[in-house]
């Protein structure tokens, strides 16, 4: 079955500091990945997204390369601001899925401090 | 243009008393989907929706039902509402297969806060 395992928060750092926020999956097939990120009080963003093996996504500084051998879609950015803090949700949309439904991790929290 | 839209915003019921989520997009999209978000639990999908006229069951959809009105509008009911479902609700939509948006991105509202006491 299709699943989604992030590094548990939360995660707390000092403005431009770098961040890693680890993701790996497990699917059937080679799916789609994604990081959805959710600021507070509001619904899910896109932040980036990446649909084959070795694709990188990126968007506002941040990156994520799909890594098939080690089924893993890791988040990074190399100088956080105080504006990066939310919740950030690695997810996976499974190949041939024509309904488009996503798998999402447990969400990890992220709180930069000026 | 205000994609994805829910109310209430936040809702407090009694246990056993019944109420609909109401989701409406106007991306024109086919998919919708209703999510559930518990803390440490990430989204977990009840319900969802190919296309107006058809429903079908996620992950959690026990205490639930939809109803697919029109293309734009997907509500979720709750018919005797449980302490465990106090959550925060998420609708969201998706682009249409062979439009020019990327078809794999869903458009989420912003959620309702509901609390069952």
């Known amino acids: 079955g299709n699943s989604v395992t992030q590094m548990e928060g939360p995660v707390t750092l000092s403005e431009e500091a770098f961040l890693t926020i680890n993701c790996t999956y497990t699917a059937t097939g080679y799916p789609s990945l994604f990081w959805y990120v959710q600021y507070p009080g509001e619904g899910l963003q896109l932040l980036l997204k990446a649909t084959k093996a070795d694709d990188k996504g990126s968007n506002k500084g941040f990156e994520a390369t799909y890594r098939k051998e080690t089924t893993s879609f890791h988040l990074e950015k190399g100088s956080v601001q105080v504006s990066d803090s939310a919740v950030y949700f690695c997810a996976l949309r499974g190949r041939g899925s024509t309904l488009g439904r996503l798998y999402f991790g447990r969400g990890t929290q992220l709180t930069v401090w000026p | 243009n205000a994609g994805v839209t829910q109310t209430p915003k936040f809702q407090v019921l009694k246990t056993g008393q019944s109420m609909t989520l109401q989701c409406a997009q106007d991306?024109?999209?086919?998919?919708m989907y209703w999510y559930r978000q518990d803390p440490g639990m990430g989204l977990r999908l009840i319900y969802y929706s190919a296309s107006e006229g058809t429903t079908d069951k996620g992950e959690v959809p026990n205490g639930y039902n939809v109803s697919r009105l029109n293309k734009r509008e997907f509500s979720l009911r709750l018919e005797s509402a449980a302490p465990s479902q106090t959550s925060v609700y998420f609708c969201?939509?998706?682009?249409?297969?062979?439009?020019?948006?990327?078809?794999?991105?869903?458009?989420f509202g912003p959620g309702t806060r509901l609390t069952v006491l």
């Open positions: 991306m024109n999209h086919n998919s």
């Open positions: 969201a939509s998706r682009a249409p297969a062979g439009g020019r948006e990327l078809t794999d991105t869903q458009y």
